[in-house]
């Protein structure tokens, strides 16, 4: 059974890497929102991810799923372990969600400046969050035999993933801001742009920080995939830089979208097989071998999963296609 169970690892994988890569931007353009500026230029960056940022978070809930149908006791101590954590992202998203829709329904100033605020703290939260729950995974949690979360809140801040929680902002400002500069025109692409190679610059430097660290004290493997894996992000936040300062904003946007996805991929080659690395007592790790479903269930599911997907990326395609045009930050429209 252990290809079905390596299967469903890289699915999962896949799944996450989709929503970083996706839900990413949408975050990153929160971060900037508050810092846009004009009003014109706020309501365009909502009207850019206006048509998608739904769709996109449709990843980050398969990814869950997924990973309840294929390894539920990792979704258990996960989710359970990480409760407030996780409960401070939901309610980020909610504000994000709710922000975007209601914001532009009252014209009244602190109408709207509330709802900003709510939107940058409704980006911000989660984004750390999910940068700090990763680096708590490449340290290791403290589990008991059971594989239950034994640890505090306070044993979640240790300072690789506060790094890592860092690491993820200036990963997620540099690819919202890059999205800014492909979708927009004249002083808001400028704008993205500028923004762009500031976050670019720190994205570089956090993230070879975050690489170093756990190839140095966390590693349990080989190092030969996360190395390469953390290489070749390095190496695309570099081309994304360098396209962005010549204005070829397509290329910069999609060299980051494979930054992204190589550092999903450097986080998975850091793990495997484990998804909740024990800290201190090995045998207690919850693993792709020891956690997984029945091979019945995860063979029914991985057809599912397989009649699925094509569906979700047509759809996800599709939607970008119609929707990807250069917007002005013109006074006339409004996004939410």
Known sequence: ??????????????????????????????????????????RALLKIIGPVWDGNEVWLLAGGGALFAAFPPVYATVFSGLYLPLLLVVLGLIFRAVAIEVRGQIAAPSWRRAWDAAFALGSALPTVLFGVAVGNLVCGLELDSAGNYAGGLLGLLGAFPLLAGLSTVAMFATHGALLVAARSRGELAGW?????????????????????????????????????????????????????????????????????????????????????????DPASSLTIFNAS?????????????????????????????????????GPEGDAG
Request: hydrophobic share 60%.
């Open 1 to 42: 059974m252990s290809g079905l169970q390596i299967a469903w690892f890289l699915l999962v994988g896949v799944l996450l890497c989709g929503y970083a890569v996706l839900d990413g931007f949408d975050l990153g353009v929160g971060l900037w929102h508050l810092l846009a500026p004009s009003e014109a230029q706020r």
């Open 192 to 280: 993205a742009r500028q923004r762009a190679a500031a976050a670019a610059a720190a994205y570089a430097i956090l993230a070879a920080g975050t690489a170093g660290w756990s190839l140095a004290a966390h590693q349990r493997g080989s190092a030969l995939l996360p190395g390469l894996a953390a290489a070749v992000a390095l190496g695309a936040i570099g081309v994304a830089r360098a396209w962005s300062r010549r204005r070829a904003d397509g290329r910069a946007f999609v060299a980051s979208c494979l930054a992204i996805a190589a550092q999903v991929g450097a986080v998975g080659a850091t793990l495997y097989p484990d998804l909740v690395p024990a800290r201190g």
């Open 293 to 329: 479903s029945s091979a019945t269930t995860l063979t029914v599911m991985f057809v599912v999963a397989l009649l699925g997907m094509p569906l979700v990326v047509g759809y996800t395609v599709f939607v970008y296609r119609v929707f990807w045009e250069r917007i002005d930050a």
